[in-house]
């Protein structure tokens, strides 16, 4: 599962099976960076929906690539839409998606030229650091957003969408809307249910106190949620993470977050649901670290959410209570970063 497991809607907003959509007049021109699970969802969605887009991949799944993406849903059912791909974006765009992980964040920017000239840079990155890298790349024109969506990739150019339906919260740092309202829209025409978020820092918290204690404490056991709740333990923790965290996103400004909503939703769950985090640990820095790192600057004591990110062992179970671990297992680390097209500009704190 890639991005975070969508809550189902209410009934009168439950999607039905989609027809293909006609084809509509070209409207923005979108690139999607990251040919993975949420990335080939996105770009088969807006493709099909006549929007101009192109993949950016690495060259070894580019050489593989047969030019159309492919999307397989038992919900909405299967669809194939021609997409072009190139290794590098020297082209422009009005909309630069960046759906790669945050460890190959710097190297992936190298397949973007200045000449793409993106006006909205949109990432779909786990956790809540990684605005501040790119703001030093893009500035301002860094928009926050958080999908929803269970998506994995199955071959090159292929992707398996497990879940009924796409949201997309997108917000800007500090709460305009500039620029917004035609991404909005083109999105919706894609059948994706996009919605304004009031500001950045509230679009990420509010996706990371879902995703992060359903992350770590499946990656925990090595096993689904079901494994999660078969162990009383890890369930526990997983459970007081989610509370911890939205101590902290409180403590830090962020408003809305109910955690007995929370608990139900993570309760509510199916139990099959596998964040890609258990097969692909590479984020675990920027899904825990991040919020960890937080927790130490609201000042929140977070000893569940520092118990799921340690090592466990058969003979060493995860506990909230270990004197010896150490303050801060995570070590961040900030990729260099290079100019788009405008000058250097710092990213003006964490979000």
């Given at each position: 599962m890639s991005g975070t497991p969508a809550a189902a809607p209410a009934p009168h907003q439950q999607p039905g099976p989609r027809q293909p959509a006609p084809q509509q007049p070209a409207g923005l021109r979108h690139a999607v960076l990251g040919a993975g699970g949420v990335g080939l969802s996105l770009a088969g969605d807006l493709a099909r929906a006549g929007q101009r887009v192109v993949l950016?991949?690495?060259?070894?799944?580019l050489a593989d690539y047969?030019?159309?993406?492919r999307v397989r849903s038992a919900g909405q059912g299967d669809f194939q839409v021609p997409v072009p791909a190139v290794a590098r974006l020297d082209e422009?765009?009005?909309?630069?998606?960046i759906a790669v992980k945050q460890p190959r964040l710097a190297a992936a920017l190298q397949s973007v030229s200045a000449a793409a000239a993106p006006a909205l840079v949109v990432p779909l990155l786990n956790g809540i650091d990684h605005l501040p890298l790119l703001e030093r790349d893009f500035g301002d024109r860094v928009v926050a957003g958080?999908?929803?969506?269970?998506?994995?990739?199955?071959?090159v150019g292929e992707v398996v969408r497990d879940s009924l339906f796409t949201q997309l919260e997108l917000a800007r740092r500090n709460g305009s809307r500039d620029g917004l309202d035609p991404l909005v829209a083109a999105l919706r025409t894609a059948g994706i249910r996009a919605v304004p978020g009031r500001d950045a820092q509230t679009v990420l918290w509010h996706k990371a106190v879902l995703l992060a204690p359903l992350a770590l404490a499946t990656l925990a056991v090595s096993g689904p949620l079901e494994q999660v709740r078969?162990?009383?333990?890890?369930?526990?923790?997983?459970?007081?993470?989610?509370?911890e965290l939205c101590a902290v996103a409180t403590a830090l400004g962020v408003p809305d977050l109910d955690p007995d909503h929370l608990i139900r939703t993570l309760e509510?769950?199916?139990?099959?649901?596998?964040?890609?985090?258990?097969?692909?640990?590479?984020?675990?820095?920027?899904?825990?670290?991040?919020v960890l790192r937080a927790a130490e600057r609201a000042g929140v004591p977070a000893p569940a959410t520092r118990a799921l990110l340690r090592p466990r062992t058969p003979a060493a179970p995860i506990t909230p209570n270990d004197p010896a671990a150490p303050n801060d297992p995570i070590t961040p680390k900030t990729p260099k970063t290079r100019t788009h097209g405008q000058t250097t500009k710092a990213g003006s704190g964490n979000a």
């Open positions: 950016v991949m690495r060259p070894s799944s047969r030019g159309a993406v422009p765009v009005d909309v630069l998606w958080a999908i929803r969506i269970e998506a994995r990739r199955t071959a078969a162990e009383a333990e890890a369930g526990t923790l997983m459970l007081a993470c989610a509370r509510s769950l199916p139990g099959r649901t596998t964040p890609s985090l258990s097969r692909d640990p590479a984020e675990l820095d920027a899904i825990g670290g991040s």
